[in-house]
């Protein structure tokens, strides 16, 4: 018999659900990947047609090229259906005193990472200099606005490890025609209704607004702040976390470069600011530009004064009259996100904020983890149902200790938001716990469960030590038979760093090429 799955909503959560599980399941059309499960899960995708997309993700995770690449969508296609560029990290400005310091959080790990720990060398011997810089290329790679890449190297392959900035609409578009024509996820429009539910309190079927009724095995909600099912219908509580992570609002903008010639940033810009921060996000053709902050320590007039200038400051930017998007949202997720045989996916299983992009990650990592275990039957739901929940909190608690980590860490004391955010009470024990163990040992390997992890210790050693967190350790905790090593990978991260610099083309050298090829 057939399984089959329902996914309700059509924004970049439903789409690259249907994608991943589609691709895994259900490829048609070409004999020799025809799977043996062919005949068995069907994935049926539907969509409102009055309620749109949130569409503001617009920053990806080294994660999105597996995804796309398995679920059959070359690179070249999405870079140019999507008006994509590279992301090959973040650049934290104003996040310590509130001035123009600065540091990055690259995706490259430090060399020897998982052999040799720079980090607690760097701790012991090199505080004065730059973590980043002492222990990777990327961030100056960065500062010259290069490619991870050249343009002879293969589709999804790096030099240095990148993931993306991607126009959300457009790559909603894409991930749809995509999985319609060539993964036979079937497409339909209507406006979910209510639900019929079954004698066990499963969903036997979704009813649309004219009265077609859908059913299904397994329903993934993906409607978003809509959240149909795990809310309307299961009224699956909702954990607010705005008591750690303040914000709540964002003003989004979407701005044209001034000139077809001016650089395109090489990673996501995150500038502080006194009640929030500001992204901004380099596409091909223009940038995403937003104020998110918590409004009750600032008003919508002052964070948007306060977004404008930031755009009116910058000379690579066009000068229009621009209004900016104001979404609302109340940081948080669900209390548990497979119920019955629903599971919600995206911003209806929760969203805290869009520092470090933690969203698009969490729906592949969910949508690929359904994948892989997808329930043969009934009673195997409920035990993975219960994996699942665990797993999910699991994540989005690293998720919040990692982004209050970045607010924690400041010196800033001169607003009300940056003082509040260092205040014991808003922040979480296990971060408290974390960063006790990190006064006198640099977060390591051994940390977490490095399977299941979205940040590495590597990220934590960026964060931490971009903001100038000490680590109490002297050269005589160093093993000796190390110090070697560590001289010589230091001296092949300053050669590999001048070899990048001379070898990679700009950004806008590097798509200029694409479109011509
Ligand atoms: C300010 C901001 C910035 C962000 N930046 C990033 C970022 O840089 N990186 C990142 O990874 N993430 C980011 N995110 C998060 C990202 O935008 C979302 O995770 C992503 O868009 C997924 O949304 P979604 O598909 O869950 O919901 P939506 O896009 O809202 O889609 C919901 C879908 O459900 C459908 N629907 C709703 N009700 C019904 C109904 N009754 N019947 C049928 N269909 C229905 C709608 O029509 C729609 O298709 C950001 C979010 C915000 C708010």
Excluded at 481 to 501: A, G, Y
Aim: hydrophobic fraction near 40%; charged fraction near 20%.
């Amino acid at each position: 018999m057939k399984t089959r799955v329902v996914i309700v909503g059509g924004g970049t959560a439903g789409w690259l659900t249907a994608g991943i599980i589609a691709a895994k399941h259900c490829t048609v059309n070409n004999a020799d990947t025809a799977n043996i499960d062919i005949q068995q899960t069907e994935v049926i995708l539907v969509e409102s047609p009055d309620v749109k997309n949130l569409g503001v993700g617009e920053g990806t995770w080294p994660t999105m090229r597996d995804t796309l690449r398995q679920i059959g969508i070359s690179e070249r296609t999405f870079l140019s259906c999507c008006d994509a560029n590279f992301k090959q990290g973040s650049k934290f400005v104003g996040w310590l005193d509130g001035e123009s310091d600065h540091y990055y959080h690259p995706f490259m790990a430090p060399a020897g990472y998982g052999s040799v720990s720079l980090a607690e060398h760097w701790s012991a011997t090199s505080r004065e200099l730059n973590f980043e810089s002492w222990v990777s290329s990327q961030g100056t790679v960065c500062q010259q606005n290069l490619a991870p890449k050249t343009s002879q190297m293969p589709e999804y392959a790096f030099g240095l490890n990148y993931g993306y900035h991607l126009n959300a609409g457009k790559f909603v578009s894409m991930l749809h025609q995509h999985c319609v024509e060539k993964l036979g996820v079937r497409y339909i429009q209507g406006h979910v209704e209510h639900v019929l539910p079954a004698e066990n309190g499963d969903i036997a079927s979704i009813v649309l607004v004219g009265g077609e009724h859908v059913d299904g095995d397994l329903f993934i909600d993906c409607s978003g702040f809509a959240a149909i099912l795990i809310d309307k219908h299961y009224q699956i509580p909702f954990k607010s976390k705005q008591h750690i992570l303040f914000n709540d609002t964002a003003l989004a903008l979407q701005v044209e470069h001034a000139s077809d010639d001016v650089p395109i940033a090489s990673c996501t810009v995150a500038t502080a600011q006194k009640s929030g921060w500001v992204w901004d996000i380099s596409l091909q053709n223009r940038r995403g530009i937003g104020h998110v902050f918590s409004s009750d320590f600032t008003d919508v007039e002052q964070a948007e004064r306060a977004l404008l200038k930031y755009v009116s400051n910058d000379p690579f930017l066009a000068t229009k009259k621009l209004t900016p998007r104001k979404i609302k949202f109340t940081p948080g997720h669900r209390e548990t996100f497979w119920h019955k045989n629903c599971v919600a996916i995206g911003v209806s299983a929760g969203f805290v904020e869009p520092l470090e992009a933690t969203a698009l990650v969490l729906i592949e990592k969910s949508a690929e983890w359904i994948s892989q275990q997808l329930p043969r039957n009934r009673s195997a739901m409920t035990v993975l149902a219960k994996r699942f929940n665990q797993l999910t909190l699991q994540r989005w608690q690293e998720i919040i200790d990692f982004l209050k980590l970045h607010y924690v860490l400041t010196n800033r004391q001169d607003s009300e938001y940056w003082r509040a955010h260092q205040q014991p009470g808003s922040i979480p024990e296990s971060l408290q716990d974390a960063m006790t163990l990190w006064r006198s040992q640099v977060p390591g390997l051994y940390e977490g469960n490095q399977r299941f992890e979205l940040f590495s210790s590597a990220s934590k050693q960026y964060v931490l030590y971009g903001m100038g967190f000490h680590t109490a350790l002297a050269q005589s905790d160093l093993g000796r038979q190390e110090v070697l090593r560590v001289k010589r990978l230091r001296n092949e991260t300053l050669h590999s760093t001048e070899k990048l610099l001379s070898a990679l083309p700009t950004n806008r050298q590097f798509f200029s090429h694409l479109m011509k090829t």
